[in-house]
């Protein structure tokens, strides 16, 4: 059996490499139209910035490594540029020499990838990507020169680590999104913190805006504004090579990327899409969704190898789990966040939570900030959010296993989470969700978020700050009052009539009050994720 495999890296390279582990005598083949077929597309923004500093360690295999050690036919700078299903041939140009064949197939695998979004704007030729090793070759050639501005188009996880990157080699950088935030994955709240920590870096920020034209040493805005830019990056996002697949009349999904079964075939049983190129199944509502990320293409290249060779295998559905470093900020997401739960009319309860990274008795904690999505009736978790400096990565990979395996939020609780002092919690920040979200639950707590604020108070709520005195007077929401949680019993009586909106720092001794005041038959709220939450939003 012959299986031709377009497209090398993630997806493709763990195909070829799978299907080679099981079964010895398969015939391989791998069609790669770039000079180089197996690297870290991740790692490229982190050698413009000399981070990594040798070019060769993203190169994980070459051609000869890969026919010696898997047997596998691997050709770089081999493009398709035709697929006959009903022949069962795929038409390869060599780009080297010109030449162009038939390759003959059993199976097809397609792992294309996704291609850059280029905007058609007057001199956008000027502008620069960073998808491949050529456009990283390019790019540190650019830096040659010695630009000492540059503006990325873009405010994605790719934008903004190039952003960090060329700031890192001196340039005055510029970030430009179109969107009033970056971070898409991130509800605003979150969003402001990874506002404040780009500025502090050093990158401005131009929100709200987009590319209008790119000129010789500066780019124009859409509302008539120029900024110097010797150097132009854009990172505005990615669409999926689709253009084979729908010209040999695979189908086409919703989403714009090449519809596949759990079992990744296409409209043709003979077929199969992995990678940034094929349309995923959202974990959460269950239709189809667009996922680039490396770990969802490798995982799907090793299991199409597998039904290949026929084993009983399906696709699970995706998460799109992702991390971003941004200059001092972990920055991790997972599932939906509040503004999809939002627009698809689910409801939903949010917590905000601003926990410390470790025991805050221990030195170095470091607070971090929280939010979960979850389903008030059932439980579910809907998604995660967390921006911090420590500990943010295995609070969100711990709730993304939990969405995995179906646990509801209020059973976060019952995680029993590795635990001393220099690591973690008693009570580890991933517990503390669940304990809140019980309570949200069952009644015991009501909750009022920081955008609801605003229609409550008009509503006649009475705003309380349960801070200390000297933490009331060094900022507070205005038209609050202040009675601090220690003497509350004793000045119930001082306040107003009426239901009554509780806040502290980030929650947890507001919680107490509302308790407390619930307990003496008022009406009380607490405001979820406190006057750190609502700081962090409307200061964005």
């Known amino acids: 059996m012959k299986t031709v495999i377009i497209g090398g890296v993630a997806g493709g390279m763990s195909a070829a490499t799978r299907l080679r582990r099981l079964d010895e005598s398969a015939e391989i083949v791998v069609l790669e139209r770039s000079g180089h077929v197996s690297y870290a597309n991740c790692g490229l923004p982190y050698h413009l910035g000399g981070v990594i500093a040798e070019r060769d360690a993203l190169l994980l295999q070459t051609p000869a490594s890969l026919r010696e050690r898997f047997a596998l036919d691997v050709r770089v700078r081999h493009e398709v540029i035709g697929i006959d299903a009903a022949a069962r041939t795929v038409t390869v140009?060599?780009?080297?020499?010109?030449?162009?064949?038939?390759?003959?197939?059993?199976?097809?695998?397609?792992s294309p990838g996704a291609a850059?979004?280029?905007?058609?704007?007057?001199?956008?030729?000027?502008?620069?990507?960073?998808?491949?090793?050529?456009?990283?070759?390019?790019?540190?050639?650019?830096?040659?020169?010695?630009p000492r501005t540059a503006v990325v188009v873009g405010g994605g996880f790719v934008g903004l680590e190039t952003a960090e990157n060329l700031r890192r080699r001196g340039l005055d950088v510029t970030v430009v999104e179109l969107a009033d935030q970056v971070l898409a994955p991130l509800d605003a709240e979150l969003a402001a913190l990874v506002h404040a920590e780009l500025r502090r870096g050093g990158v401005a920020l131009e929100l709200g805006t987009a590319l209008a034209a790119v000129h010789d040493d500066t780019v124009e805005l859409t509302d008539g504004r120029r900024l110097a830019a010797d150097l132009v990056v854009l990172a505005i996002g990615v669409r999926p090579d689709v253009a084979l697949a729908r010209e040999a009349g695979l189908a086409i999904g919703p989403r714009g990327g090449i519809a596949v079964d759990e079992h990744m075939r296409t409209s043709d049983p003979r077929i199969f899409a992995v990678g940034d190129a094929a349309e995923k199944m959202d974990a959460v509502a269950g239709g189809p969704v667009l996922v680039p990320l490396a770990n969802a293409a490798n995982r799907a290249?090793?299991?199409?190898?597998?039904?290949?060779?026929?084993?009983?295998?399906?696709l699970a559905p995706s998460l799109g789990t992702a991390i971003v470093k941004v200059f001092?900020?972990?920055?991790?997401?997972?599932?939906?966040?509040?503004?999809?739960?939002?627009?698809?009319?689910?409801?939903?309860?949010?917590?905000?939570?601003?926990?410390?990274?470790?025991?805050?008795?221990?030195?170095?904690?470091?607070?971090?900030?929280?939010?979960?999505?979850?389903?008030?009736?059932?439980?579910?978790?809907?998604?995660?959010?967390?921006v911090g400096t420590e500990g943010v990565d295995k609070r969100v990979d711990v709730i993304a296993t939990a969405m995995r395996a179906g646990l509801t939020a209020p059973e976060l609780a019952d995680l029993e989470l590795a635990y001393a002092p220099p690591f973690g919690s008693a009570k580890d920040p991933v517990n503390m969700l669940g304990y809140v979200a019980a309570n949200l639950m069952d009644g015991t707590t009501q909750s009022v978020q920081w955008h609801e604020l605003e229609a409550a108070v008009a509503a006649g709520a009475h705003l309380v700050d349960v801070r200390t005195a000297g933490e009331y007077a060094a900022g507070h929401i205005p038209g609050a009052l202040n009675v601090p949680l220690d003497g509350l019993r004793?000045?119930?009586?001082?306040?107003?009539?009426?239901s009554l909106v509780v806040y502290c720092g980030v929650g947890v001794r507001a919680h107490t009050a509302t308790r407390l005041l619930t307990?003496?038959?008022?009406?009380?709220?607490?405001?979820?994720?406190?006057?750190?939450?609502?700081?962090?939003?409307?200061?964005?």
């Open 93 to 110: 140009r060599d780009l080297a020499s010109g030449a162009v064949y038939a390759e003959t197939y059993d199976h097809l695998v397609l």
């Open 116 to 146: 850059p979004f280029v905007p058609d704007v007057p001199g956008v030729k000027r502008a620069r990507t960073l998808r491949t090793v050529e456009d990283l070759d390019a790019l540190v050639g650019a830096l040659a020169a010695e």
């Open 301 to 314: 290249g090793r299991q199409v190898a597998d039904v290949i060779a026929g084993r009983p295998v399906r």
């Open 328 to 386: 001092g900020l972990t920055v991790a997401v997972t599932g939906w966040n509040e503004k999809r739960a939002r627009a698809a009319g689910r409801d939903h309860r949010v917590i905000h939570t601003h926990p410390a990274s470790h025991a805050g008795y221990y030195p170095g904690a470091a607070p971090m900030a929280l939010k979960l999505v979850f389903d008030p009736g059932s439980g579910e978790i809907l998604g995660a959010q967390a």
């Open 490 to 498: 004793e000045r119930v009586g001082e306040l107003p009539a009426g």
């Open 519 to 540: 307990g003496l038959g008022r009406r009380a709220a607490n405001l979820d994720g406190g006057y750190t939450t609502w700081k962090a939003a409307t200061a964005a």
